[in-house]
């Protein structure tokens, strides 16, 4: 089965900086794309990062509130998706999950979720 398995998060000041991490596995990693969303209390699940397939390029998005402090990247030979977050904010303060619209090597096509992890962003 499909398996996003997120680390990384934990307290950190305003001003600090965080890498997250997903593990993937479970389907052809190379072929899709890979985000990360956050989940903050009181607030609608956002999409905060996206990046593209090996054959689409890896190219990346952001979402406005992110542009210019994280950076997501992928490396295909080791099938992990990272969140560099740097000049976190308070308002960074949300649980991220990891995130691909996929089709397993089982066949099953669907979104799939990891666990998410926690990133507190506060003095």
């Known amino acids: 089965q499909v398996q996003l398995v997120e680390s990384g998060g934990g307290l950190v000041q305003p001003g600090g900086s965080l890498r997250l991490s997903c593990a993937a596995s479970?389907?052809?990693?190379?072929?899709?794309?890979m985000r990360w969303y956050r989940q903050a209390p009181g607030k609608e699940r956002e999409l905060v990062a996206a990046?593209?397939?090996?054959?689409?390029?890896?190219?990346?998005n952001y979402a406005d509130s992110v542009k210019g402090r994280f950076t997501i990247s992928r490396d295909n030979f080791k099938n992990m998706v990272y969140l560099q977050m740097n000049s976190l904010k308070p308002e960074d303060t949300a649980v991220y999950l990891c995130?691909?619209?996929?089709?397993?090597?089982?066949?099953?096509?669907?979104?799939?979720w990891g666990q998410g992890t926690q990133v507190t962003v506060s003095s």
């Open positions: 479970g389907f052809t990693f190379n072929n899709y794309a």
């Open positions: 995130n691909t619209f996929a089709t397993s090597f089982r066949g099953v096509q669907r979104n799939y």
């Open positions: 990046i593209t397939s090996a054959g689409a390029g890896g190219s990346t």
